[in-house]
């Protein structure tokens, strides 16, 4: 039967992430690591990571330093920014394909997890997928976010870290906690036209040596990214190498996905129509 295994994966700077394995019945056919969204724990990802291993295929989960079960839950005390983050799935990839014993690996990142693959050793990658991966940038944002967007970065984010530390969105049910440099730098991108490569922009040129082939999904109801901030990010990439796969939710079969509701349980038939090609 298939089964789960708590991990250890250790960084570049010395510090261990906690993942899981789903692994299943048998010699995985293909690793998918599922690289999570921002303020988004790994154990979000469980039912996914369930149904691939009843494919046939091994999946990885894990939390980024200082958050979930790579954390304490003191977010106070986390002084590292999206950056790190960005290196924490770059060496949980590196660990995973250490051991992968030539089997193939396929990226699953899920927006901040799709943002950061290029930061990632992506060449050696069977495949990538994004769901749900795009530009944060303000002007891009859907429907009412597009005025909330700029007073929640340039003032009630601030406010909030100034007051406890830390980020507490699920207190003010805007977004999820963070740890406040990660929510700083976040803020810093989404008011800039050009996202994270505002603030760095040698990043350009490792988007653009990508080649891997890369699929996006995403969805029309989602509400948090557009389809122009779905675009924004993905014209980043080689034209040759990406394909881009757009859902409304009747197209599924379902009245609602959003930007979170594609992992959610209960999903097996939109994981089979979506997910199952891109995996065989």
Known sequence: MPGTESVQIPTDDGVTLNGRWFRPDGPPRRIVLIAAAMATKARFYTPLAEWLSGQGIA???????????????????????LMRWAQDAADTLDWLLDGADGVPVTWLGHSLGGLVLPLAEHRRLASAITVASGSGYWRSNPGALRFIAPL?????????????????????????????????QWSRWCMHPDYLIGEFPELRARFAEFQTPLTSISFTDDELLSGASISTLHDLYPLRNRRMLRYAPADLGVSRIGHFGFFRAGNESIWAKTLGPLLD
């Open 152 to 184: 929640l970065w340039k003032g009630i984010g601030p406010a909030a870290i100034r007051l406890t530390g830390y980020y507490p969105g699920a207190k003010l049910k805007l977004l999820g906690d963070l740890p406040p440099n990660v929510m700083r």
């Open 59 to 81: 999946a990885l989960v894990f939390d980024y330093r200082g958050y979930g079960d790579s954390g304490d839950g003191d977010l106070r005390k986390v002084r590292n920014d």
